[in-house]
């Protein structure tokens, strides 16, 4: 079975009514995670104050979104699990670092959701750079949530070693009343090309081909950010970190196929979909734009399946498929930062 089709099979939305376990998605997005959740019997319930995002969740997951600007005042129906990727203001090291104090952030809405709903398990994702700048902030966001009771556990995991053809690291962080543990790596290493298949190879008349222009453009870019190898798509390997910026901008790291004849062409919103791990059949609402950042944006529903897995088997005692981080290991993630950084 190809890559893709195994998707398409893994990742549908079912109920597991021995389960019996409700979901709720905070800042979800396109439902990237939520997808993960449905897939392995959760219900879900999700908020997302993007219209169009919020338009491609209900149309291809079973739970229902709200389009919503969330605020610390947010009410919530009752819920086992509450999960969400947190916007992170950036705090500079020179600047006011108010914390959980800072309106502009989105942790105290999700800690809110918490004390409000008390939920058996917590679990939210954030970019690496949580570990670094904001590492300070990481650290009081992870107090707060020990002081209403959670044992909690954090990493920085690689989406890659989780069945996703894409090299993207994020924090995640999970919390419950009991012990807890992150899921264990799958051996198992998806390129870009299992994902794509033949349509690395197709184009047509309303492909967006590269002018010459934009390759001299990109010549220069990739001159003076000293690129060893073309930022292009290599098909024998997993893919670069998608993100908005590289798949919906005009940018010189934008994501490309070279193809045979040497022409380079921007990759289309279902490519970025598989290298992101989302079922074809997974609809995506707006504009050509709107639909790439909601790419970008998203879990990568393969790694959001692995981390939903993991819960359940920690809801219904079948550990064996979890991996202890030990003390040691959690001050290894914020003391080795040049460690990460080299990377």
């Keep these: 079975m190809e890559y893709w089709e195994e998707i398409n099979d893994k990742l549908k939305p079912w109920v597991d009514s021995d389960l019996n376990k409700t979901v709720v998605d905070l800042f979800a997005g396109c439902g990237g995670l939520s997808l993960g959740f449905e897939a392995n019997g959760f219900k879900t319930i999700g908020y997302e104050m993007d219209e169009q995002a919020t338009n491609t969740y209900n149309k291809s997951l079973i739970g229902e979104c709200f389009n919503e600007k969330l605020t610390i005042e947010s009410e919530y129906p009752k819920a086992d699990i509450v999960i969400g990727g947190p916007p992170c203001q950036p705090f500079s090291v020179g600047g006011k670092q108010l914390g959980l104090k800072d309106s502009r952030d989105g942790f105290p ?40 009771g959670y044992y909690i556990n954090y990493a920085l995991l690689n989406a890659l070693n989780y069945e996703v053809p894409q090299n993207r690291e994020r924090v995640i962080v999970i919390g419950s ?37 934009m390759d001299r453009y990109v010549a220069k870019y990739e001159k003076a950010s000293k690129c060893i190898n073309p930022r292009d798509l290599y098909l024998d390997r997993p893919a670069r970190t998608l993100t908005c910026r590289n ?12 193809l045979k004849d040497g022409r380079r062409r921007r990759i289309t919103v279902r490519e970025a979909a598989r290298l992101q791990s989302f079922p074809d059949w997974f609809e995506f609402s707006g504009t050509e734009t709107n639909q790439y950042n909601q790419i970008g944006n998203a879990v990568a529903p393969n790694f959001a399946y692995h981390l939903a897995l993991n819960i359940k088997n ?30």
Excluded at 141 to 147: P, Q
Excluded at 247 to 258: E, F, K
Excluded at 314 to 320: E, F, P, R
């Design 247 to 258: 798949l919906a901008g005009a940018t010189g790291d934008m994501h490309r196929v070279r």
């Design 109 to 148: 809405i999700f800690l809110s959701a918490i004390r409000q709903l008390d939920p058996e398990v917590l679990m939210f994702e954030n970019v690496r750079g949580m570990l670094y700048k904001n590492k300070w902030y990481l650290r009081e966001v992870i107090e707060e949530l020990e002081s209403l």
């Design 177 to 213: 009343k009991e012990r807890i543990n992150l899921p264990k790596k799958v051996n198992r290493k998806v390129t870009a090309g299992q994902a794509l298949g033949e349509l690395a190879f197709q184009f047509d008349e309303d492909s967006k081909f590269f002018t010459e222009s």
């Design 314 to 343: 920690h809801l219904t005692g079948d550990l064996d498929n979890q991996y202890v981080t030990t003390e040691n290991d959690q001050l290894t993630l914020f003391e080795n930062e040049a460690v990460y950084q080299s990377r």
